[in-house]
């Protein structure tokens, strides 16, 4: 089984659209995470790379209705 990455908080200064961990260029999945209970309506957006999994935190944050 694969190792983990360590999450990395990274800042959008212009544009996100490569993998600093493989390099890859292109569009990002998007994970949400719900920030405190389950029934909570705050989530934490994150952004993971398709090629290699690396998770990075943008400091992006939504309520769901």
Do not use: W
Not at 3 to 12: D, F, G, H, L, Y
Not at 28 to 49: A, P, Y
């Amino acid at each position: 089984m694969k190792k983990a990455k360590k999450e990395i908080r990274r800042p959008v200064e212009t544009v996100f659209e490569h993998c600093d961990a493989c390099e890859y260029k292109g569009s990002f999945h998007v994970l949400l995470e719900r920030v405190s209970s389950k029934s909570s309506n705050n989530v934490k957006l994150r952004l993971k790379c398709p090629n290699c999994a690396q998770v990075y935190d943008v400091g992006l944050y939504a309520t769901l209705k």
